[in-house]
């Protein structure tokens, strides 16, 4: 009972905005993230010089 009926999409008609949107929410979400250890870590504390020994 299996149906052979199928549909060919071609190059041109495929059109891939669903993944473009999640590549878009995922760049928004690692940004805000981004921004926010920026403000925890950096922001209100001193300068800090990183691989030096004093």
Same mark, same amino acid.
């Given at each position: 009972?299996?149906?052979?009926?199928?549909? #060919?999409?071609?190059? *041109? #008609?495929? *059109?891939?905005?669903?993944?473009? =949107?999640?590549? =878009?929410?995922? &760049? /928004?979400?690692?940004? =805000?993230?981004? /921004? &926010?250890?920026? &403000?925890? #870590? &950096?922001?209100?504390? *001193?300068?800090?010089? /990183?691989?030096?020994?004093?």
């Amino acid at each position: 009972m299996s149906s052979k009926l199928r549909r #060919e999409i071609g190059h *041109d #008609e495929f *059109d891939p905005k669903g993944t473009l =949107a999640l590549i =878009a929410i995922y &760049f /928004v979400i690692i940004s =805000a993230l981004w /921004v &926010f250890m920026y &403000f925890v #870590e &950096f922001l209100g504390n *001193d300068l800090t010089i /990183v691989g030096t020994i004093l």
